[in-house]
């Protein structure tokens, strides 16, 4: 495993791919313990210790609040002490939240400390989660030449998708038959694992210990960044509101939309992941957003099921390509000594997108019906080609020197 530590030119899928694949591992591992626990926390929290919907919110998304905050700072120590660093805190990290977990447990007779320790450990798991992704993708990017940094992010991004993909009905199974102990040891026990691969590969060193300043890293990817978390509203739409959308159409099997679109996404990524490389990160990123929104539309008109299932598969083609298209974008604006920081402000767009959104479409379909939650998302989605139009417009101006 040590040969990937090199730089070769990689210029063929396959050979980015084979060079990516611990780290592909490591995103898997770290999302597939975060998909065990989406399931069968609110099982645990609400039934188990008989806590309200609000307790069982609060510790879903403390996760994903600790990810948000925890983004910038897994992208400068990416940048300074190295990727390899960055995951292999991430995935300690990860194992210390596990044993949180399984400390909570010895007070289940007296709840509040246990949903306490509990929070603690989602709270760990958020920031484990930005510094193995973050420094996944920034080792990926040092590693192979720039022109394949969309294989980079797209072949990551899937093993991303992938480990949510395995992890609900996996932890689901696991909480079935052995009780939130078992999502505890998975949660421990498997990064434990993946840590000796990891520790065994040779490290890229940082470019530089010069780092620009965060403000002028975040205005260099502000713009692409803040088209993906537009162009985010479409996931968010179809993971949060297809079943319920299919429930009250009285369509079966309600699941059915939710396959389709992540079918749809992985066989994207894994088909097309090179088109960003190969026409332009932006390029790519308009067409996709177009058929994002699309997607979205025939959402919101289908009369009946086989429209609506067209639609979630156009939705998922669509987003697919999007996230390394203007990804794309975002490495290319910055210097190589800064690409954690890059990407770590890059995905925090996500989080951010995702945790103002969700609520707001929650009002919109509780005041004008699940339909509307699609066409608005459509519009919203279009903001995101006005976006990509602008950084395509812009592309025939030279690189901007390093900042």
């Not at 019906?369 to 025939?396: E, H």
Request: charged share 5%; hydrophobic share 55%.
């Amino acid at each position: 495993m040590s040969a990937i530590a090199t730089r070769p030119p990689a210029v063929t899928t396959s050979a980015v791919v084979m060079a990516l694949i611990p780290l592909m591992a490591a995103v898997l591992v770290i999302f597939l313990i975060t998909g065990l626990a989406i399931p069968v926390l609110p099982l645990h929290v609400h039934q188990g210790l008989g806590f309200s919907t609000f307790v069982v919110g609060l510790v879903t998304g403390c996760q994903f609040a600790a990810s948000l905050v925890s983004r910038l700072w897994a992208g400068r120590h990416a940048d300074i002490k190295g990727a390899k660093q960055a995951v292999v805190a991430g995935l300690v990290a990860a194992a210390f939240s596990g044993l949180f977990y399984v400390v909570s447990l010895r007070f289940v007779d007296t709840p509040v400390p246990s949903v306490a320790i509990l929070l603690c450990g989602r709270a760990l798991l958020g920031g484990a989660e930005s510094f193995v992704i973050t420094g996944a993708l920034s080792w990926g990017l040092a590693l192979v030449a720039s022109q394949n940094s969309g294989k980079v992010l797209a072949w990551i991004g899937t093993a991303l998708y992938a480990a949510f993909t395995a992890g609900a009905p996996a932890g689901s199974a696991l909480y079935a038959s052995y009780g939130f102990m078992a999502i505890a040891l998975a949660t421990t026990l498997v990064p434990l694992a993946m840590l000796p691969f990891i520790l065994s590969l040779r490290p890229v060193a940082p470019s530089s210990r010069t780092q620009p300043p965060l403000a002028t890293v975040f205005g260099a990817v502000a713009l692409p960044a803040t088209g993906f978390a537009l162009s985010s509203l479409g996931f968010g739409t179809i993971t949060t509101f297809s079943t319920l959308y299919f429930v009250a159409r009285g369509w079966t099997p309600i699941w059915l939309a939710l396959t389709a679109f992540t079918t749809a996404f992985m066989a994207t990524r894994i088909a097309l992941g090179h088109l960003p490389d190969k026409f332009g990160g932006a390029r790519v990123a308009l067409v996709s957003v177009f058929l994002e929104a699309a997607g979205l539309a025939l959402m919101f008109a289908a009369s009946r099921p086989a429209l609506a299932l067209s639609g979630a598969v156009l939705t998922g083609l669509g987003y697919a390509l999007v996230y390394p298209g203007l990804g794309v974008e975002a490495v290319r604006r910055v210097p190589p000594q800064s690409r954690g920081l890059a990407m770590g402000t890059y995905t925090a767009f996500f989080d951010l997108g995702m945790g103002i959104s969700s609520p707001l479409l929650g009002l919109i379909a509780g005041c004008s019906g699940l339909s509307a939650v699609f066409l608005v998302s459509a519009v919203v989605v279009l903001g995101a080609a006005a976006i990509a139009a602008r950084l395509l417009y812009n592309g025939a101006r030279p690189t901007p020197p390093p900042l």
